[in-house]
């Protein structure tokens, strides 16, 4: 399968531990986004990535929300303390530079008890 | 602020029938407007995209009409089919950014009925 892997698919979380997901993106897509789904919503963007720098984040990220793309290929999303408003789908897509067309992964659906 | 209005919320519309989604967005930066088929439990999935240039775009059963001076733009599935029973999703984004983030509507629920 040569689309957006997302891993897990699920994760069930208590509050206040900390969560990493995982993105890896089409390969040669230089281009990685992290958006957050809530119920009954469209995607919302989080974080962009173009090669390994990260060139905007949403004020939707607070500082317990980290991510990074090291050495430019697969992103890490990381919420530090997490908090039951945290509970959502976490979407990561990718495009080329200079095309804006995006692919989706499948998600990870993040539930905070 | 939201600054794409998608409506209907929820559609029902018999098999065969034509399925008609609207969404108006708000700033004049966007200059290119996508619209996202997603299951449940999986992620959206470009259906079909236009850009300002043009007024109308076709794929297949879906076709995009778009009205630069409403600032609106809709989505129609002719001969709807079951398999088409999924929430849409218009978006918007300025390509003329640096990173063609896209602002998504807030979704329609469509269910086709056999």
């Known amino acids: 399968d040569t689309g957006v892997s997302q891993d897990p698919r699920h994760k069930i979380t208590k509050r206040g531990q900390n969560v990493t997901f995982r993105c890896d993106p089409i390969?040669?897509?230089?281009?990685l986004y992290w958006y957050r789904q809530t119920l009954g919503q469209g995607p919302e963007f989080l974080t962009y990535?173009?090669?390994?720098?990260?060139?905007?984040k949403s004020r939707l990220l607070s500082d317990r929300f980290s991510a990074e793309r090291p050495k430019g290929s697969f992103s890490t999303l990381e919420i530090q303390r997490t908090e039951q408003g945290d509970s959502a789908m976490y979407l990561c897509?990718?495009?080329?530079?200079?095309?804006?067309?995006?692919?989706f992964g499948q998600g990870t659906r993040l539930t905070v008890v | 602020q939201q600054q794409v209005k998608q409506s209907p919320q929820s559609l029902i519309v018999q098999k065969g029938g034509i399925s008609i989604i609207n969404c108006a967005y708000e700033?004049?930066?966007?200059?290119?407007f996508p619209w996202y088929q997603q299951f449940p439990g999986k992620g959206p999935a470009l259906l079909i995209a236009?850009?300002?240039?043009?007024s109308e775009k076709k794929e297949g059963r879906f076709t995009i009409s778009f009205n630069k001076s409403a600032k609106q733009f809709s989505l129609h599935i002719m001969d709807s089919q079951p398999g088409d029973s999924a929430t849409y999703f218009c978006?918007?984004?300025?390509?003329?950014?640096?990173?063609?983030?896209?602002?998504f509507g807030k979704g329609t629920l469509l269910t086709v009925n056999p």
């Open positions: 897509a990718s495009s080329l530079q200079m095309n804006t067309e995006a692919f």
């Open positions: 390969s040669e897509h230089n281009r």
């Open positions: 990535f173009q090669n390994e720098a990260q060139l905007e």
């Open positions: 700033n004049t930066a966007f200059d290119y």
């Open positions: 236009i850009r300002p240039d043009v």
């Open positions: 978006a918007a984004a300025n390509s003329g950014g640096s990173n063609y983030k896209l602002t």
